[in-house]
């Protein structure tokens, strides 16, 4: 089992900011993806960033130029900057690591934070 512990999130106005992180520990394979995930009331569950253990970035389009994810690897641990909220961020937002043991055809092992509130009032 890899625990992972969120903090962050809670309540903003539009346009403020807000900062997640995640700390993961545990068996943790060196090549893995760190990443945050939201759920909105009534919607599925969307990827919103991600990074690699190699920095590679990932951000959804409705994100990118608003929010940064960040990792310090030697932590096991991502960080999200979300700057210019808008109501349409409110979510749960999970936490996510993924790898893939035995290569890209082989099985994914993921594992998932237990969510942490962002709401964001217009």
């Known amino acids: 089992q890899v625990p992972l512990v969120e903090s962050g999130g809670g309540l903003v106005q539009a346009g403020g900011s807000l900062s997640l992180s995640c700390a993961a520990s545990g068996s943790i394979f060196s090549s893995n993806t760190m990443g945050w995930y939201r759920q909105a009331p009534g919607k599925q569950r969307e990827l919103v960033a991600s990074?690699?253990?190699?920095?590679?970035?990932n951000y959804a389009d409705s994100v990118r130029g608003r929010f940064t994810i960040s990792r310090a690897n030697a932590k096991n641990t991502v960080y999200l900057q979300m700057y210019s909220l808008n109501p349409e961020d409110t979510g749960v937002y999970y936490c996510?690591?993924?790898?893939?043991?035995?290569?890209?055809?082989?099985?994914?092992?993921?594992?998932w934070g237990q969510g942490t509130q962002v709401t964001v009032s217009s």
């Open positions: 990074v690699t253990s190699g920095d590679i970035t």
């Open positions: 996510n690591i993924n790898w893939y043991p035995l290569g890209a055809r082989g099985p994914k092992v993921e594992y």
